[in-house]
């Protein structure tokens, strides 16, 4: 089975500056690698999805990038907004039983 | 707009069935393209795949949790339906239904999501 990793766990930053984060799969899932933002209490909010499409009506500071096992999410100039935790996604249409595998999160926190 | 809306029990006792209801407005779950998903989240954790069901009936389950639960779909009421049978406190999480579409696997839009506690 699909297993992500994402690191770090927690990143600590200050508006303005320019964040990644990365998320790794243990085995190659193409380009099918989508990022989500989640905020305390609120459901994930799609970000990106085919690894590097930016879903509608979501700010430009944020691009994503890889294929295969080695994806990254970057924020150009962390904004307020911002500080929140990233999920990638996996998604391995040809394994039924794999078919959406999630990274343990990435928390960007105020330093 | 597509939206989605969880609904069911708060509580549920440990070893009962825990039953939950999407409701999706705004758009018909026969719409081609789209798996309707159950993913959810422990307190203070991450993100766990439940299973995905197709307007069809076709249904992708995480093999962790295969064998407790069923997913269904109800076209005449524009709703997606989850079960989970022999719950136990590991259960409680936070629920949240979504639409996934099957080209590319991005969930879009979610539900609010709704807090099923396990507790006797």
């Known amino acids: 089975d699909i297993q992500m990793t994402q690191s770090p766990s927690t990143l600590s930053a200050s508006v303005g500056d320019r964040v990644t984060i990365a998320c790794r799969a243990s085995?190659?899932?193409?380009?099918?690698l989508t990022w989500y933002q989640q905020k305390p209490g609120k459901a994930p909010k799609l970000l990106i999805y085919?690894?590097?499409t930016l879903q509608s009506g979501v700010p430009s500071r944020f691009s994503g990038s890889g294929s295969g096992t080695e994806f990254t999410l970057t924020i150009s100039s962390l904004q307020p907004d911002d500080f929140a935790t990233y999920f990638c996604?996996?998604?391995?249409?040809?394994?039924?039983?794999?078919?959406?595998?999630f990274g343990p999160g990435t928390t960007v926190e105020v330093k | 707009q597509v939206s989605l809306q969880e609904s069911g029990p708060g509580l549920v006792k440990p070893s009962e069935t825990l039953s939950l209801t999407c409701t999706v407005s705004?758009?018909?779950?026969?719409?081609?393209?789209?798996?309707w998903g159950w993913i959810r989240q422990s307190p203070g954790k991450g993100l766990e795949w439940i299973g995905n069901?197709?307007?069809?009936?076709?249904?992708y389950y995480n093999p962790s949790l295969k064998s407790r639960v069923t997913l269904s779909v109800d076209t005449s009421k524009n709703e997606v339906s989850l079960k989970m049978t022999s719950v136990t406190v590991a259960d409680t999480a936070v629920y949240y239904c979504?639409?996934?579409?099957?080209?590319?696997?991005?969930?879009?839009?979610w539900g609010q999501g709704t807090l099923v506690t396990v507790s006797s």
């Open positions: 085919k690894a590097s």
């Open positions: 069901v197709y307007h069809s009936g076709s249904t």
């Open positions: 979504a639409r996934q579409t099957i080209d590319v696997g991005a969930a879009h839009p």
């Open positions: 085995q190659n899932i193409g380009m099918w």
């Open positions: 705004g758009g018909s779950i026969t719409k081609h393209g789209y798996y």
């Open positions: 996604q996996g998604y391995d249409s040809y394994s039924p039983e794999d078919l959406f595998t």
